[in-house]
């Protein structure tokens, strides 16, 4: 295998920071979405979940995420608390994840 192949096949850390990124990014424009409002369309949640979802780099991220999910299932309404509470412990794996993975890559 010549070295200009190894290296296009290299795994490129750029796209997870980006990744990353956008996620946090995402987790954000949410959560001004939500505000304060004290309820929420299930319907709704689901939507910026599954957008969150998509974005997600991390396994913790996507069990809190898919966990979620699975709580308001058969709701028809969300108390804005806790999906801004999803929105912090996310956002807060998310960063403990990418920390943690960055402090055993050498």
Do not use: W
Request: charged share 25%.
């Amino acid at each position: 295998m010549s070295a200009s192949i190894a290296a296009s096949e290299a795994i490129d850390p750029q796209p997870a920071e980006s990744a990353e990124s956008a996620f946090v990014t995402e987790a954000g424009r949410i959560r001004t979405v939500v505000g304060d409002q004290r309820l929420l369309s299930q319907t709704r949640c689901v939507d910026h979940v599954l957008d969150l979802l998509k974005l997600a780099t991390h396994d913790a991220v996507r069990v809190e995420l898919t966990d979620f999910l699975s709580s308001i299932r058969k709701q028809t309404a969300v108390e804005g608390d806790r999906m801004r509470q999803l929105l912090d412990v996310t956002v807060m794996a998310n960063e403990v994840e990418t920390a943690y993975l960055s402090s055993i890559v050498v």
